[in-house]
């Protein structure tokens, strides 16, 4: 069963696809961290399944699927960009003809890192993907998306889900109580706290947060704390979350000058090396405690 929020798109598309009405290229457009990989993968479990009952779990496609390696659901690996190469092998996989005798699927994550040239050599794939071919696209940046590609996908937009809903998603994932403050960091994105979850980041997160705050609070003690600091992961988001959390009632004025500052910092960390990272770190920390006081 998929959460809350999710299920109800999953059945419109099982039921516009019982009645032979599914669009042949979906795409999924919506915030970061909402489950829209987890929305695809039930879909496609359920097209590829072989039973009336689908999706069951016992079919040959179901064991494949699982095991992941169906032959017939092509799932991009997406990491800078997305090139005419990938388009390509996309192209040819909808040509061959099923293995499993159903459906064929390909699945691309972040269809919006696709190149100018990759778009423009996936129009004809769109318009004639073949018998049985479904392209499931997502993104959570519509709008950097060319509109020639746009205009030949069926768009659906899924929302951040309720507070209440994805406590609930996180409390059913980790049988834990998670701090809410942890969804708030993510901007309500609750795979990607679940995802800091299983990757054992949340004690660090917190302490981070807890350290910033510390930091922040009681300046004297910037320095000797700062490498404790570099180690943490997401930084820039943590110093962020506690920024704003300081300058909830600080003038206007200030708040603009406090995160023109950090903004300058993100900037210039990509650019500085070695030790100069942790002196250009300590500065940041002073002049925001100088900012939040
Ligand atoms: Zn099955």
Redesign the pocket.
Known sequence: MLTSWLQPTLEQWWHLHQQQRLHHALLVAGPAGIGKAALIQALAHRLL???AN??????K??HLFLAGHHPDFLQLTVENSIGVDAVREIAVFFQQSAQQGGVKLVSVPQAHKMTEAASNALLKTLEEPGNGCFLLLQTDHPQRLLPTILSRCQQWSIAAPSLPEAKQFLRLQTNENLPAELLTLSAGAPYLVYDWWRQGQVPLILDGLALLRDMLQHPAQITNKVTKLESLPLLPELIRFVLFERLAHAQQGLQFEAIERFDQWCRDCALILGQNKSIALAALMYDLAKFTR
Do not use: I, L, T, V
């Open positions: 399944c072989q039973s689908a999706p069951c779990g016992q079919c496609s179901c």
